[in-house]
């Protein structure tokens, strides 16, 4: 009895589809976390009051979270601008000299290991089908999954922020002044490592060195926080 064929609309799902999302969603949290959990050891290790440390974070919270949005948004937009650039510089192209585009396309096929005949066949056969779509893809490298999102990019920025700067806030509302800095620093690292393991994991990088980078500077943005609220502040507390 004949075996069946393998079905036409398998899909099988790649890392690299997740890049966009995954690096501004990545980048904001470990921003909002990071920078308000500092925020708050350095104004904790000079003395200041929990509603002048809520106040603090909160602040923080909410420009971080639009400063995030607004780089994201300008910097995928200018990414955005080139692609909308090449794409119609490539529709001229293809309108003015169809066949030496052709001819272009056949070239990169060839490269790529195919014979000239195949290649010819490949690119008579796209050129017919979607001569756009196989240029941007195979001339220029611009896919669909990986097309700039100003606006995505943008939002998943700043909701990951505020995401990060969560945790140190709840702590503020929570927490006794007296060990509020100890309180902190341990959970911001912990959630720091599980963010960069995390993180890791999904990008198919190794676990640990992910979530020791991550660690690394963390500590670091703390530790030099809280060394200026002991240097210049009032009365540092623990």
């Not at 997740?18 to 000079?46: K, Y």
């Not at 909160?58 to 080139?82: I, K, P």
């Not at 052709?102 to 005949?117: A, D, F, T």
Request: aromatic fraction near 4%; charged fraction near 15%; glycine fraction near 10%.
């Amino acid at each position: 009895m004949p075996h069946s064929l393998p079905r036409a609309s398998h899909h099988e799902a790649h890392r690299s589809q997740h890049v966009g999302w995954l690096r501004a969603a990545v980048l904001g949290a470990n921003d909002g976390l990071i920078s308000t959990a500092s925020l708050v050891v350095g104004m904790a290790a000079a003395g200041t009051s929990t509603h002048t440390l809520l106040l603090t974070a909160l602040a923080g919270l909410v420009a971080g979270a639009l400063s995030m949005a607004a780089g994201e948004y300008v910097s995928v937009s200018s990414q955005a601008d080139t692609e909308a650039a090449d794409r119609a510089r490539e529709e001229a192209e293809l309108a003015e000299r169809p066949d030496f585009e052709l001819e272009e396309l056949k070239q990169i096929y060839v490269q790529r290991g195919l014979s000239p005949e195949l290649a010819g066949q490949v690119a008579h056969q796209l050129t017919a089908r979607d001569a756009l779509s196989a240029h941007l893809r195979d001339e220029l490298g611009l896919t669909e999954h990986g097309q700039a999102r100003p606006l995505q990019a943008a939002l998943a920025s700043a909701a990951a922020f505020a995401a990060g700067a969560l945790p140190p806030i709840l702590l503020v509302l929570l927490w006794s002044l007296p060990g509020l800095t100890g309180a902190i620093t341990a959970s911001t690292l912990v959630l720091l490592a599980v963010l960069g393991a995390l993180a890791a994991r999904l990008g198919g990088a190794p676990v640990l060195r992910g979530a020791a980078r991550v660690l690394f500077w963390g500590a670091m943005a703390m530790a030099a926080t809280a060394l200026l609220g002991h240097l210049f502040g009032a009365a540092p507390v623990a």
